[in-house]
């Protein structure tokens, strides 16, 4: 069986399901790969969806040797035989594990931008991937959710090898999988697209899940929680989900302006993401303390978003960016800036070079300008070129880019980030390599 993308497949295994819609179930999704397959699930059993994050407890100098694993809520799972063989010493056993740990906290607080974790206790679990090949993170994940006390625990994949299967097997209540072909190898030969998923696009599905939104937000409510995901906006400042109108289309976005605001600042997310990005909302709270205002919008509907031809749309994602900068402009008259990741640097820069609105400055994050082809020349916004020291291919492009641009500008490389910045301080540094570039060109 082979399957066009993670959607194909995820719709395909929802009808292999759907014998545990009365049992209310919840659906676990797999980071990253597992996500946008659990969540057409989710979506067609009327279920809520979360993240199931678990770490592997690596042997020291054989981490690929898994002795146990952990998952939220102190959940540990351990081998004492392979502890034993492999001769691991308590304090080393501490030691990874509170690695680990810290890693499961920071990766979690990510993908929910502030979420309650669902409580498994009592209920129908589904753990889905993208596909198995070893097993070993689906039994560590399998483990952690029979540990929450969960009533019925279910693996669900499109695809997984027939040894994994039948191991698998001892861990959970039920396995549903699509294809299990005698010769495999790897998940994503039986793919046509097995593309990377992003961590914003993990972020954007668990946002917009079936129920999840609302129980997250009712959570909220009864605890006494705030409903926002940022702060920063500090006293008097106001933050507010907005629609914006970008001709004709309504986009959902979130404006966040302190008080006195002398400037906003627009993110344009790259492909596969959306306004829910973790980090261009990491960078965002580091624009409102410096009295910067933000507009994180998406630049797609969710219809449009199904059509993955879209999102490398440049010509589409500029002029909603340019008809976003004359809706901000018309709302609160102070200077305009654009921030802009992926194939979203090269919208901010198109719009820019387009007859319009003025665009005070522009910074890209690990972006694809050179997208934006020969509009480069006609930039006239002071543009800030940001890219990770390890991500070369993107600063080959960025440097071609730069040469092709008129306007002041600047390349910046952050020493040993790659692509998303996920290096400790590494995307701290985009933060603040932004905020300085926005505040001199923007701000009075």
């Given at each position: 069986?082979?399957?066009?993308?993670r959607?194909?497949?995820?719709?395909?295994?929802?009808?292999?399901?759907?014998?545990?819609?009365?049992?209310?179930?919840?659906?676990?999704?797999?980071?990253?790969?597992?996500?946008?397959?659990?969540?057409?699930?989710?979506?067609?059993?009327?279920?809520?969806?979360?993240?199931?994050?678990?770490?592997?407890?690596?042997?020291?100098?054989?981490?690929?040797?898994?002795?146990?694993?952990?998952?939220?809520?102190?959940?540990?799972?351990?081998?004492?035989?392979?502890?034993?063989h492999?001769?691991?010493?308590?304090?080393d056993?501490?030691?990874?594990e509170?690695?680990?740990?810290?890693?499961?906290?920071?990766?979690?607080?990510?993908y929910?931008?502030?979420?309650?974790?669902?409580?498994?206790?009592?209920?129908?679990?589904?753990?889905?991937?993208?596909?198995?090949?070893?097993?070993?993170?689906?039994?560590?994940?399998?483990?952690?959710?029979?540990?929450?006390?969960?009533?019925?625990?279910?693996?669900?994949?499109p695809?997984?090898?027939?040894?994994?299967?039948?191991?698998?097997?001892?861990?959970?209540?039920?396995?549903?999988?699509?294809?299990?072909?005698?010769l495999?190898?790897?998940?994503?030969?039986?793919?046509?697209?097995f593309?990377?998923?992003?961590?914003?696009?993990?972020?954007?599905?668990?946002?917009?899940a079936?129920?999840?939104?609302?129980?997250?937000?009712?959570?909220?409510?009864?605890?006494?929680?705030?409903?926002?995901?940022?702060?920063?906006?500090?006293?008097?400042?106001?933050?507010e989900?907005?629609?914006?109108?970008?001709?004709?289309?309504?986009?959902?976005?979130?404006?966040?302006?302190?008080?006195?605001?002398?400037?906003?600042?627009?993110?344009?997310?790259?492909?596969?993401?959306?306004?829910?990005?973790p980090?261009?909302?990491?960078?965002?709270?580091?624009?409102?303390?410096?009295?910067?205002?933000?507009?994180?919008?998406?630049?797609?509907?969710?219809?449009?978003?199904?059509?993955?031809?879209?999102?490398?749309?440049?010509?589409?994602?500029?002029?909603?960016?340019?008809?976003?900068?004359?809706?901000?402009?018309?709302?609160?008259?102070?200077?305009?800036?654009?921030?802009?990741?992926s194939?979203?640097?090269?919208?901010?820069?198109?719009?820019?070079?387009?007859?319009?609105?003025?665009?005070?400055?522009?910074?890209?994050?690990?972006?694809?300008?050179?997208?934006?082809?020969?509009?480069?020349?006609?930039?006239?916004?002071?543009?800030?070129?940001?890219?990770?020291?390890?991500?070369?291919?993107?600063?080959?492009?960025?440097?071609?880019?730069?040469?092709?641009?008129?306007?002041?500008?600047?390349?910046?490389?952050?020493?040993?980030?790659?692509?998303?910045?996920?290096?400790?301080?590494?995307?701290?540094?985009?933060?603040?390599?932004?905020?300085?570039?926005?505040t001199?060109?923007?701000?009075?």
């Amino acid at each position: 069986m082979l399957f066009t993308d993670r959607t194909d497949a995820g719709r395909r295994l929802a009808a292999a399901l759907r014998h545990l819609g009365g049992r209310d179930p919840l659906v676990l999704g797999l980071p990253r790969g597992g996500v946008p397959v659990a969540y057409e699930v989710a979506e067609s059993l009327g279920a809520p969806l979360d993240v199931i994050v678990v770490r592997k407890l690596g042997v020291p100098h054989h981490p690929e040797l898994g002795f146990g694993a952990i998952g939220e809520g102190g959940v540990r799972v351990i081998s004492d035989e392979i502890v034993r063989h492999a001769g691991v010493r308590e304090k080393d056993l501490v030691s990874v594990e509170r690695a680990e740990e810290r890693e499961l906290v920071r990766r979690a607080a990510a993908y929910r931008e502030g979420r309650p974790r669902l409580p498994l206790k009592g209920r129908a679990v589904v753990v889905v991937d993208d596909g198995v090949a070893t097993g070993a993170t689906a039994r560590a994940a399998c483990q952690v959710v029979r540990a929450q006390d969960a009533a019925h625990v279910v693996l669900a994949v499109p695809v997984a090898s027939p040894d994994a299967v039948a191991r698998l097997r001892e861990d959970v209540d039920e396995v549903v999988c699509l294809s299990t072909p005698s010769l495999f190898s790897a998940v994503g030969e039986w793919y046509r697209d097995f593309s990377q998923t992003s961590d914003e696009e993990v972020v954007a599905l668990l946002a917009r899940a079936p129920r999840g939104r609302d129980d997250a937000a009712q959570a909220g409510m009864e605890t006494g929680a705030p409903n926002a995901t940022r702060v920063g906006t500090g006293a008097g400042g106001t933050e507010e989900q907005v629609e914006v109108d970008a001709g004709g289309v309504p986009l959902a976005g979130d404006l966040a302006l302190p008080a006195g605001a002398g400037a906003v600042v627009v993110f344009a997310h790259g492909s596969g993401s959306s306004r829910h990005s973790p980090r261009n909302r990491s960078v965002a709270t580091v624009l409102n303390r410096a009295g910067l205002g933000t507009l994180l919008f998406d630049l797609l509907t969710p219809g449009e978003e199904v059509f993955r031809a879209n999102v490398f749309d440049i010509d589409l994602l500029a002029g909603r960016l340019a008809d976003t900068t004359r809706w901000v402009r018309d709302r609160v008259s102070v200077p305009v800036g654009t921030f802009g990741a992926s194939t979203g640097a090269a919208a901010a820069l198109r719009a820019a070079a387009a007859p319009g609105p003025e665009v005070g400055a522009v910074v890209s994050r690990g972006g694809r300008p050179d997208l934006a082809g020969a509009d480069l020349s006609g930039v006239r916004a002071p543009t800030l070129l940001i890219v990770g020291g390890d991500d070369t291919t993107v600063i080959d492009l960025n440097r071609q880019a730069q040469a092709a641009l008129r306007c002041e500008n600047r390349l910046e490389i952050v020493p040993g980030a790659t692509h998303l910045f996920e290096e400790a301080g590494a995307l701290d540094r985009v933060a603040e390599l932004a905020r300085d570039w926005f505040t001199a060109h923007l701000l009075p």
